[in-house]
């Protein structure tokens, strides 16, 4: 249960703090300063007319506005100030980040490199507006924040490069949270100063999980969408389903982001213990610490195939380089406890090796292309009458570390031509894929017109290419 803030608060809106949660959870909305959204760093905004700021009933027209407003302010204001010098959104999203608060019927949301979508259902009697969680809303700032950040990552057919999007919109999700001292306070209690325990931080999305559980009981997790509290292993998503229960990990982006965001939990529950004092200013802290030690990383990190570990080294770097290795142990266990890093990975990743490697990482921007070869995939074998072109993880590695094998010592990672096949054959067996009426043959598999699509093939000057349309 939420707790009224400061109700001197001049201009104050309504706004949950981080999830209306599930329909018996009964929370209590908090007032918060009317936020400015046209404001620096990073302004945002939302289409459509400005209703009244009166909105005190969860459901309304002016409630979802303003809360939806608080969200991507907190959000905006967290990441901002962290950004490389002069990057904010992509240039095709313009100045301002703009959401569209409803889009029409389904349980979802996504970024499209011009904005936010949001969407709502009628669902056992109450309406679920997915622009209603602040958790939704700012792990889809986060897939904008990160889309500046690494933009080869929108178009790399990598099921890793893709699920590291999704953990990085639930870290998001979970940093942002933590810029609320009321959050904070009730996360320390709720976990009796444990950070890794599961709790109302570490459930995402806890509203439109029990939306989805009325529709399909297996497909998110028994309390929440995902939960960063988890145990999850990592493996190869080569070598994993393309689909499965939430109970069980798959290469189906959502799904493998569990992962990163089971270890960066840990490490950041670590990180906190090690302060000197656990109190509400010291997470304050930490979660900047720890804001500032991703984007470093997804900043200089290049698209290889065993990308969480890389992701993992270039972290273990920037804190060699922002906090002279203060979080290394921290940090180290975490990706070796998730198999992200293999104990020989990990241990590989010395003070002086990290110090020597790391020239350079922090404050670097990223580059528009990072020098990624292009594979031909054969389109007959998806029932389209032409062969396309995707774009292969081949950048070259800064650090030599991978994920654990199975038995002992560190996986051998897929080859970049095997990743990017094995993630278009994904996209078709889940029907994710516009295929132009031209380029269908009749033996055309892709998804039936009701599908929200992340991807199309889209003809250009070179040939038929697959190309990203969007991250759910
Ligand atoms: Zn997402």
Request: proline share 7%.
């Amino acid at each position: 249960m939420r707790t009224l803030q400061n109700t001197q608060l001049t201009d104050p809106v309504w706004a949950w703090a981080d999830d209306p949660g599930h329909p018996k959870a009964k929370r209590t909305p908090m007032l918060c300063p009317r936020p400015d959204m046209a404001a620096g760093p990073m302004p945002v905004g939302i289409r459509g007319a400005v209703p009244s700021p009166e909105g005190d009933q969860p459901g309304s027209l002016e409630f979802r506005y303003w809360n939806l407003a608080a969200a991507l302010r907190r959000a905006a204001d967290y990441w901002g100030p962290l950004m490389p010098l002069g990057l904010a959104w992509r240039p095709e999203v313009g100045l301002a980040l703009h959401a569209t608060m409803d889009h029409g019927d389904d349980l979802n949301a996504y970024y499209d490199r011009t904005g936010l979508v949001f969407f709502h259902h009628a669902i056992s009697g109450m309406v679920v507006y997915s622009a209603e969680s602040p958790d939704v809303v700012c792990h889809e700032v986060g897939h904008a924040v990160l889309d500046s950040l690494q933009p080869g990552l929108w178009s790399v057919a990598s099921a890793e490069g893709a699920a590291f999007h999704e953990s990085f919109g639930d870290m998001s999700a979970i940093l942002c949270a933590l810029q609320l001292e009321s959050v904070r306070a009730e996360v320390i209690a709720e976990t009796l100063g444990d950070l890794s325990r599961t709790s109302t931080l570490s459930r995402i999305a806890e509203q439109l999980g029990w939306a989805i559980r009325e529709i399909n009981p297996a497909a998110v997790d028994p309390d929440c969408l995902r939960n960063a509290a988890n145990s999850f292993f990592y493996v190869d998503p080569v070598t994993l389903p393309s689909r499965g229960p939430a109970s069980r990990l798959c290469s189906e982006p959502h799904s493998f982001s569990r992962v990163f965001t089971g270890a960066f939990l840990r490490a950041l529950a670590g990180m906190w213990r090690q302060q000197g004092t656990t109190d509400t200013a010291s997470l304050a802290a930490v979660s900047v610490d720890m804001g500032r030690l991703l984007v470093a990383a997804v900043a200089a990190a290049p698209l290889v195939p065993g990308y969480f570990a890389q992701v993992a080294a270039h972290m273990l770097a920037a804190d060699s380089q922002l906090y002279q290795g203060r979080y290394g142990r921290r940090l180290r266990t975490a990706f070796v406890r998730y198999g992200i890093l293999a104990p020989t990975a990990a241990t590989s990743l010395t003070a002086d090796t990290l110090q020597r490697k790391s020239a350079g990482i922090v404050g670097a921007v990223p580059l528009e292309q990072p020098g990624l070869a292009m594979v031909t995939i054969p389109g007959e074998a998806y029932g389209l009458t032409h062969s396309f072109a995707v774009a292969a993880p081949t950048a070259a590695s800064r650090f030599s570390v991978a994920g654990a094998a199975l038995d002992v010592g560190a996986v051998t990672p897929s080859g970049a031509g095997l990743v990017a096949e094995s993630f278009v054959e994904d996209l078709f067996r889940r029907g994710r894929v516009a295929v132009p009426e031209n380029l269908r043959a009749d033996t055309d598999l892709s998804g039936d017109d009701e599908a929200l699509y992340t991807h199309e093939i889209m003809e250009d000057g070179a040939g038929p290419t697959l190309t990203r349309r969007l991250f759910d």
